[in-house]
């Protein structure tokens, strides 16, 4: 069964630097999702993506991130100056279509930021 | 808005026993679906089950089961004969639907988590 892949599973960066995560998507997927989670609490939604344009963000999405999608395949999350608050869990998600069909989630990048 | 409550933050039962993980939710949707997910402690997220609204029959997957009532909107997960390996983070999910607004239009809220431990 095709899945969605994400690299790296664990990122540890200093404060203040760029970091970008990956995240493959399944190939006929057309929706796409990144989700946070900071340790202890509940999976909250960042942005969507469709159609090579983000559909909505939520209020964490603020001016340090940014997503796209360069080559058709690859749809990256940008953190442009990481704070410690950024330490979380990053999950992609995709689906073909939406609200009937589950979310088909990453296996996640762990974020730790120094 | 959309919300999605598990009131349960941490359960504790020793193996064998039967557990019910409880969520409720809001929403404005007259049609909706629901997701379990599961995250087990390597932390990825496995989706267990999906239900839409128009069907409120009880399902059963071998130890799982789930009752959905939309009078209570409720949405609770049974596990039968509990297991150590069942020991994980359950979350209840619900996707926006299309009266959400195009944009949010599959968005999912998930709710708190249910920390289920299961002891040997």
């Known amino acids: 069964e095709p899945e969605v892949t994400q690299t790296p599973s664990h990122q540890v960066t200093q404060m203040g630097q760029e970091v970008i995560l990956r995240c493959v998507p399944i190939s006929n997927h057309l929706y796409f999702y990144w989700y946070r989670q900071i340790l202890g609490q509940k999976v909250e939604f960042l942005v969507s993506?469709?159609?090579?344009?983000?559909?909505?963000k939520s209020e964490i999405f603020d001016d340090q991130f940014s997503v796209e999608r360069p080559d058709g395949s690859n749809f990256t999350l940008k953190i442009r100056s990481t704070k410690l608050e950024d330490s979380a869990m990053y999950f992609c998600?995709?689906?073909?279509?939406?609200?009937?069909?589950?979310?088909?989630f990453g296996d996640g990048t762990r974020l730790s930021i120094l | 808005a959309q919300k999605v409550t598990q009131a349960q933050t941490e359960i504790s039962v020793v193996e064998k026993e039967d557990v019910t993980l409880d969520c409720v939710y809001e929403?404005?949707?007259?049609?909706?679906?629901l997701f379990w997910y599961k995250q087990p402690p390597s932390g990825e997220l496995v989706f267990l089950i999906r239900?839409?609204?128009?069907?409120?029959q009880n399902e059963i997957s071998g130890r799982y089961s789930w009752n959905f009532q939309k009078s209570t909107s409720s949405f609770n997960f049974t596990i039968t004969a509990s297991q150590v390996v069942d020991s994980a983070v359950y979350f209840c999910a619900l996707p926006a639907g299309p009266n959400a607004g195009g944009t949010s239009y599959g968005k999912l809220t998930f709710g708190q988590g249910t920390i289920l431990t299961v002891h040997p």
């Open positions: 239900r839409n609204s128009f069907d409120e």
């Open positions: 929403t404005r949707d007259t049609t909706y679906y």
């Open positions: 998600a995709s689906i073909r279509e939406r609200g009937n069909q589950p979310q088909h």
């Open positions: 993506f469709y159609n090579n344009e983000i559909s909505e």
